[in-house]
């Protein structure tokens, strides 16, 4: 198991060293006697003792046994799942939360400096308090019923009792304190109407997961609007989320009566929702998604918006239809946009561009795209919308150059 750059490394060995700098993804960097290490549960600046977890051709893994020389952010963490042998969920509750907000800040300038080659500098806002936000939650079951979540980077459930980034609504205790069936995918969501579903799906694979309690739909407010959102469809899982964000792209969009405006990658209409006031029955929203479930969510929550066409598909097909827009909106996948997308929104030549990114390489990858293309970033936010972990929300507004 030892890497073929330095054989002389093997899983299980340990060693001391200072941590330099955080990375995409979580993790912190350690460069040991010529090795690169990615390690877990560190903080910038600690003298750490390391064990190595993983070995690799260009770099290692390990994580922090015992800390040395403590960071004045180091805390002790709220959960007592959070610790390299526990969870896997929450990779950031042994820093303060000004440290991980700060420390997002620099995995954003960092990925922008390295993939788009511009200097930014970037807040990351606080939304809301650091515990009890999330309203979607997938856990696992493991061999003998327990309630869980997988440890970092396995598939070795750990047994919780309660989870205490989760909202008061889903009960969380209560339902861990069940027997449940074995290896189990058990997907928990609950809304701001104070409704609660529970799906189960098989553990492994891609099969679908079936409801077991509460209503196949959930209705969720966001300003004047409810909207129906399905077990299956995508909502943003943090409380606070619809609202920053909507706030963000309509303060970026600047939408005017009579303006085209597309909503990619639209889900079941959350932006489409607050836009359509906006634009007014002289205006238009296309909004094109993926996922035949949202989609079938959008047609139901805009049936009364006879300016609002909703097509399901792949955004890089339908887009090529499309003549031309005012404004775009786009909320890609974790993995972004990509260049032919970029490429099209960019042929419709709209006056602005509102991307919502929930990685901030991808929006880096994407923002370089955009430049090529005569767009420039002139407006970026950042929002703590996952507090305890690394992941971290961006709004970006692009403009013709």
């Known amino acids: 198991m030892a ?24 993790h912190f960097i350690v460069r040991h006697e010529g090795a690169v290490f990615f390690v877990r549960h560190g903080i910038p600046g600690e003298r750490c003792l390391m064990v190595i977890t993983s070995t690799g051709k260009s770099f290692n893994r390990a994580d922090v046994q015992e800390v040395l020389e403590p960071s004045p952010d180091r805390v002790s963490a709220p959960c007592t799942y959070a610790h390299r042998n526990g969870c896997g969920g929450c990779d950031f509750q042994h820093i303060s939360i000004e440290r991980q907000r700060s420390l997002k800040a ?85 809304s701001s ?17 079936r409801l077991t309690e509460g209503e196949q739909k959930l209705h969720e407010i966001i300003g004047a609007k409810t909207l129906e959102v399905s077990q299956e469809s995508f909502w943003q899982s943090h409380t606070r989320a619809p609202e920053v964000l909507t706030d963000a792209v ?51 929550n805009f049936v009364n918006n006879p300016n609002v066409k909703v097509t399901v598909g792949d955004v890089a097909k339908h887009i090529v239809r499309i003549d031309c827009a005012d404004v775009v909106v786009l909320d890609p996948p974790r993995e972004g946009a990509g ?30 795209y955009f430049s090529d293309n005569g767009f420039s970033l002139v407006k970026i936010k950042a929002f703590d919308l996952f507090p305890m972990t690394h992941h971290v929300e961006c709004v970006a507004l692009f403009l013709p150059s």
């Open 3 to 26: 890497s073929t750059s330095s054989a002389r490394w093997s899983v299980g060995d340990t060693f001391e060293a200072s941590i330099e700098k955080i990375a995409h993804g979580g």
């Open 106 to 190: 620099e995995v954003i300038a960092e990925q922008f400096a390295r993939i788009a080659k511009i200097d930014i500098s970037v807040e990351v806002e606080e939304v809301g308090a650091s515990l009890n936000w999330r309203t979607r939650s997938t856990a696992t079951t493991n061999s003998a019923g327990k309630l869980g979540f997988y440890a970092a980077r396995s598939h070795r459930v750990i047994p919780v009792e309660d989870c205490i980034i989760s909202v008061s609504q889903m009960k969380m205790a209560e339902l861990a304190a069940r027997t449940w069936p074995s290896d189990v995918r058990v997907e928990i969501s609950t």
């Open 193 to 209: 109407t104070q409704e609660r579903n529970i799906a189960l799906a098989p553990a492994r694979g891609e099969g679908r997961a």
């Open 250 to 300: 309509l303060e970026f969009a600047q939408i005017c009566n009579g303006d085209h405006v597309l909503d990619l990658y639209g889900g079941v209409g959350l932006f489409t929702a607050m836009m359509i006031d906006l634009v007014g029955s002289d205006g238009s929203i296309d909004l094109i998604e993926g996922s035949k479930v949202a989609t079938a969510d959008a047609l139901r």
């Open 339 to 368: 260049k032919t997308v970029v490429n099209e929104i960019s042929r419709l030549k709209p006056r602005a561009v509102v991307y919502v990114a929930c990685d901030p390489a991808a929006l880096a990858r994407d923002t370089a």
